[in-house]
């Protein structure tokens, strides 16, 4: 938060604290919606609504639309239905149908029955798409026109439109079933001659997306084509609206927040629940799993106790050999569920990744290894058994890189969100695994280094 947001703040609390709520609109008056956002995360709930409520209507539904989810839902819990509609009205049909989903249930046909008829179609229209899907991104209003129409009459339309729909970048050519046939950039209608039809001027090879395209996908294509705006089409190739690159950014944001819950072992719902309980219940099943695993590696060290017993200095290392495993797999995970999540996850273009970090795990394995057997030799004047331990570290490596590139395409495959790959999958695997790899290894050549 800059200097200045921070005094406007500090400002508004003191307004609070002495009951002179009346002249908080002049401090938030020359605010962007941005900062009123960002003012209003740092209130208490009570305030929020209070603030919220003396916020300018146009200014009041741009700072909703941007509030984080949790702070969202609970506003909207304490705001009047009226309050709610008049933002609503004000908004793209997006940013509507995302305000309407977070209602309680109870509430949500009571809003719908009161905002304008074109709202409430465009709304209605949007709540059967997956939320995570185009069609659950895209917003209907759309600037489209007749092929046959001449440059001069889209110019014309143009203008009533550009106030009621925002961000124009490309006009959409139609036929007369609402096929999308093609785009005109809007800075071309100011080269083009004006007599001239939208067919002869359009672009045809435009990048389209259906509407039940997953968000993870659209962003990728945003990404491939570095697009501003996408349009989006049903299975008859009919226009049904578009995506614009803010939409993006958000899904953007909200895969990274995503994946860093499950990375964590945390619940989708979990950054704005306050049941202490359902908090709990949802963090348990991913601590159960860790819990579960390091038995699972207590039981492979106990099936190894005479080698443990026969060479001490072998239980020293099983620290550095389980924290090696898990950070090598997360490591080779982590290229793996990128890959993945920007849509390159093709079989050619994920072998040559996979082929890669088998090599960088070499090069990785032999130098640690060696660090280790150096280390060994030093320490407990022993070549043998820093020989040994360094090879068991490097076969380790190799095998959790292999592990953190393979689980993830697993996932994939049955359907899994692969961001799990970095959690229970990958550390418990490589804990049990790794244990079994550098004891059974140690128990072969027990002999050689003198144990047996």
Same mark, same amino acid.
């Given at each position: 938060?800059?200097? !200045?947001?921070?005094?406007?703040?500090?400002?508004?609390?003191?307004?609070?604290?002495?009951?002179d709520?009346?002249?908080?609109v002049?401090?938030?008056?020359?605010?962007?919606?941005?900062?009123?956002?960002?003012?209003?995360?740092?209130?208490?709930?009570?305030?929020?609504?209070?603030?919220?409520?003396?916020?300018?209507?146009?200014?009041?539904?741009?700072?909703?639309?941007?509030?984080?989810?949790?702070?969202?839902?609970?506003?909207l819990?304490?705001?009047?239905?009226?309050?709610?509609?008049?933002?609503?009205?004000?908004?793209?049909?997006?940013?509507?149908?995302?305000?309407?989903?977070?209602?309680?249930?109870?509430?949500?046909?009571?809003?719908?029955?009161?905002?304008?008829?074109?709202?409430?179609?465009?709304?209605?229209?949007?709540?059967?798409?997956?939320?995570?899907?185009?069609?659950?991104?895209?917003?209907?209003?759309?600037?489209?026109?007749?092929?046959?129409?001449?440059?001069?009459?889209?110019?014309?339309?143009?203008?009533?439109?550009a106030?009621?729909?925002?961000?124009?970048?490309?006009?959409?050519?139609?036929?007369?079933?609402?096929?999308?046939?093609?785009?005109?950039?809007?800075?071309?209608?100011?080269?083009?001659?004006?007599?001239?039809?939208?067919?002869?001027?359009?672009?045809?090879?435009?990048v389209?997306?259906?509407?039940?395209?997953?968000?993870?996908?659209?962003?990728?294509?945003?990404?491939?084509?570095?697009?501003?705006?996408?349009?989006?089409?049903?299975?008859?190739?009919?226009?049904?609206?578009?995506?614009?690159?803010?939409?993006?950014?958000?899904?953007?944001?909200?895969e990274?927040?995503?994946?860093?819950?499950?990375?964590a072992g945390?619940?989708?719902?979990?950054?704005?629940?306050?049941?202490?309980?359902r908090v709990?219940?949802?963090?348990?099943?991913?601590?159960l799993?860790?819990?579960?695993?390091?038995?699972?590696?207590?039981?492979?060290?106990?099936y190894?106790?005479?080698?443990?017993?026969?060479?001490?200095?072998?239980?020293?290392?099983v620290?550095?050999?389980?924290?090696?495993?898990?950070?090598?797999?997360?490591?080779?995970?982590?290229?793996?569920?990128?890959?993945?999540?920007?849509?390159?996850?093709s079989?050619?273009?994920?072998?040559?990744?996979?082929?890669?970090?088998?090599?960088?795990?070499?090069?990785?394995?032999?130098?640690?290894?060696?660090?280790?057997?150096?280390?060994?030799t030093?320490?407990?004047? !022993?070549?043998?058994?820093?020989?040994?331990?360094?090879?068991?570290?490097?076969?380790?490596?190799?095998w959790?890189?292999?592990?953190?590139?393979?689980?993830?395409?697993?996932?994939?495959?049955?359907?899994?969100?692969?961001?799990?790959?970095?959690?229970?999958?990958?550390?418990?695997?490589?804990?049990?695994?790794?244990?079994?790899?550098?004891?059974?290894?140690?128990?072969?050549?027990?002999?050689?280094?003198?144990?047996?």
């Amino acid at each position: 938060m800059s200097e !200045d947001l921070e005094q406007k703040l500090n400002l508004i609390e003191s307004y609070f604290e002495s009951g002179d709520t009346a002249h908080l609109v002049n401090v938030v008056a020359d605010l962007k919606a941005a900062d009123v956002a960002a003012v209003l995360s740092a209130l208490t709930l009570e305030q929020g609504v209070v603030l919220f409520d003396s916020l300018a209507p146009e200014l009041a539904s741009d700072v909703l639309a941007i509030l984080d989810e949790g702070l969202t839902r609970e506003l909207l819990d304490e705001l009047d239905d009226s309050v709610i509609v008049r933002s609503i009205d004000l908004m793209a049909s997006d940013d509507a149908t995302d305000i309407v989903t977070l209602l309680k249930p109870e509430r949500i046909n009571e809003i719908l029955g009161k905002i304008s008829r074109k709202d409430y179609e465009d709304v209605r229209e949007l709540l059967k798409f997956d939320e995570e899907s185009a069609g659950g991104l895209m917003a209907r209003e759309v600037m489209a026109v007749r092929s046959e129409a001449k440059i001069s009459e889209i110019i014309e339309l143009l203008k009533p439109e550009a106030e009621k729909i925002e961000h124009i970048q490309n006009i959409y050519v139609v036929d007369g079933n609402r096929v999308l046939l093609g785009i005109i950039p809007i800075v071309k209608l100011l080269v083009v001659d004006r007599g001239k039809k939208a067919e002869e001027v359009m672009e045809r090879d435009i990048v389209t997306v259906a509407v039940n395209t997953d968000q993870e996908e659209v962003a990728a294509i945003f990404a491939k084509y570095d697009l501003y705006s996408l349009p989006v089409v049903d299975e008859n190739g009919r226009l049904a609206g578009r995506i614009t690159v803010d939409d993006i950014i958000d899904v953007i944001e909200e895969e990274a927040t995503e994946d860093i819950k499950i990375m964590a072992g945390t619940g989708q719902e979990e950054f704005w629940e306050k049941s202490s309980v359902r908090v709990s219940r949802a963090r348990l099943p991913w601590l159960l799993t860790g819990l579960f695993g390091g038995i699972g590696a207590a039981l492979v060290m106990n099936y190894f106790r005479g080698s443990l017993e026969s060479v001490l200095t072998l239980a020293f290392f099983v620290p550095v050999v389980t924290a090696m495993g898990g950070n090598v797999g997360i490591q080779s995970s982590a290229i793996v569920v990128r890959e993945l999540a920007v849509g390159g996850g093709s079989l050619v273009r994920t072998s040559q990744k996979l082929l890669r970090e088998l090599r960088v795990s070499l090069i990785n394995g032999l130098v640690l290894g060696s660090v280790l057997l150096l280390t060994v030799t030093l320490w407990q004047k !022993d070549y043998r058994l820093g020989a040994l331990l360094g090879i068991c570290l490097l076969v380790i490596v190799l095998w959790a890189t292999l592990m953190g590139a393979i689980v993830p395409l697993m996932l994939k495959k049955i359907n899994v969100d692969p961001a799990l790959a970095t959690g229970p999958f990958i550390t418990t695997s490589n804990d049990i695994l790794g244990l079994l790899i550098y004891l059974g290894v140690a128990t072969l050549f027990l002999d050689w280094v003198g144990g047996g």
